[in-house]
Structure formats: structure tokens, C-alpha cells
């Protein structure tokens, strides 16, 4: 299994562009890439998911090394309504049973 | 569009009484599903999954249990709650290639 490592927390300000890392040096080959935010008391929200390379959507980008033992989460332009808790997930979708979350990084958006 | 419910949304107990919480997922059939516990400001912690009717997998030995009684529902029970199920549980489900998409939660107080 691939163990995920994220950092604890971030501070960004409004407007920023902010990069969340994590590691997952023992990635297999067929695990994917998943990127939540989670909100105090709310369940975690899907936002992105990728493979290798870089794959792009309305509210985030996600950037894959052709190694795959990192990957990195950019937000855009945060605002404060971005604070949450982001967690990676890297697991393989067809397998029901082999995948690791991170711990989950703290996202602090600042006036 | 599949959706995913969970109840009771809050619910304060007392030691060692018994504990039921339901999660059911609509707009899909024969999905994975799973049952985390979130400690405040913590990680995920996986505790049970299921594959199909009656297929329940342990992750982590505890004073719970689960059961998938339809399809689409699954359950999270106790016979004698202690202090430390304290916490944030949280239902989630997948089907094929898709990735996990989570329930709103149930806040589990323990007295």
C-alpha cells in the first residue's frame, strides 16, 4: 500500500494561488490519485483525480510527476470560503479495499 | 444522480448504551461501501467495509460491528458504547472505477 504524507497545515491569503504536496513514494501502478475537502462537521467533498501528468477542472488543478510519488493540489485564487481540510487519497479504483488517505492538511485562508 | 444519506445527523449517548446508525445510498446498485470514524481534528479511520449483502470486512477490532441487511443499506452498531467511540462516522460508498464518494456524517457523542 501506498502510505500518503501531507503537511500539517498551510496559510494563504485571498487571491493566492495555494500548492498542497503529498507523498506517496510506494504508489503501484494502477493507483489513482484523489484529492477531498472536508469542512468542519460535513463529509469530504471529491475534487479532483488524476493518474499522471496534469488534470484540470472548474475548481482545482492536479499535478503528477512522471514518477508519481508526489502530487500536488493548486487551488487558484483561494478565497476564505476555501478553508477546509484537504485530504489525498491514492488507491487504485477498481480495487474495493487497497487504498490510503493522508492525514489531511489544514488549509487557513486569511483576509 | 446517486445520493447518500446518514442518520441520525447528532445523537448524544450514555456509556454503555447501544448505538444504531444508518447509511443508505440511492441511484446506484451493488455499491462498496464503507464506514470511517473521524476523532476530532484527526485523519480518516476505516473501519468496516462491505462487497455485497451480508459481506462485511473488519479493519480495525472495536467495540463495533456493521451489517449490510439490502443493498443499499448499511449499518453501524454497538451493544455497549464506551467513551471513546466518541467521534465522527462517516459512511462511504464506490461502485466500479468510480472513486468514494462520502455521507454527510453523524456526530457521536458518548457520555
Known amino acids: 500500500l501506498a502510505k500518503t504524507t501531507q503537511p500539517i497545515s498551510m496559510d494563504s491569503y485571498e487571491g493566492q494561488e495555494v500548492n498542497i504536496t503529498c507523498s506517496h513514494n510506494n504508489i503501484a501502478t494502477n493507483d489513482y490519485i484523489t484529492w477531498y475537502q472536508q469542512f468542519p462537521s460535513q463529509g469530504p467533498r471529491f475534487i479532483i483525480q488524476g493518474y499522471k501528468t496534469k488534470v484540470t477542472n472548474e475548481v482545482a488543478s492536479l499535478f503528477i510527476p512522471a514518477d508519481r510519488k508526489s502530487s500536488t493540489l493548486s487551488l487558484p485564487r483561494v478565497s476564505l470560503s476555501d478553508t477546509a481540510v484537504y485530504y489525498c487519497?491514492?488507491?487504485?479504483?477498481?480495487?474495493?479495499?487497497?487504498?490510503?488517505f493522508g492525514s489531511g492538511t489544514k488549509l487557513n485562508v486569511k483576509p | 444522480s446517486q445520493t447518500i444519506h446518514q442518520w441520525p445527523a447528532t445523537l448524544v449517548q450514555p456509556v454503555g448504551s447501544p448505538l444504531s446508525l444508518e447509511c443508505t445510498v440511492e441511484?446506484?446498485?451493488?455499491?462498496?461501501l464503507y464506514w470511517y470514524r473521524q476523532a476530532a481534528g484527526r485523519g480518516l479511520q476505516l473501519l468496516f467495509y462491505s462487497v455485497g449483502i451480508g459481506q462485511i470486512s473488519s479493519e480495525v477490532p472495536q467495540n463495533l460491528s456493521a451489517s449490510r441487511p439490502q443493498d443499499r443499506q448499511f449499518i453501524l452498531s454497538s451493544k455497549k458504547l464506551l467513551l471513546s467511540d466518541s467521534g465522527f462516522y462517516l459512511c462511504a460508498w464506490k461502485t466500479g472505477s468510480e472513486t468514494q464518494y462520502f455521507g454527510p456524517g453523524t456526530r457521536l457523542l458518548v457520555l
Open positions: 441511484g446506484t446498485s451493488n455499491p462498496n
Open positions: 487519497l491514492v488507491g487504485g479504483l477498481y480495487n474495493f479495499n487497497k487504498f490510503y
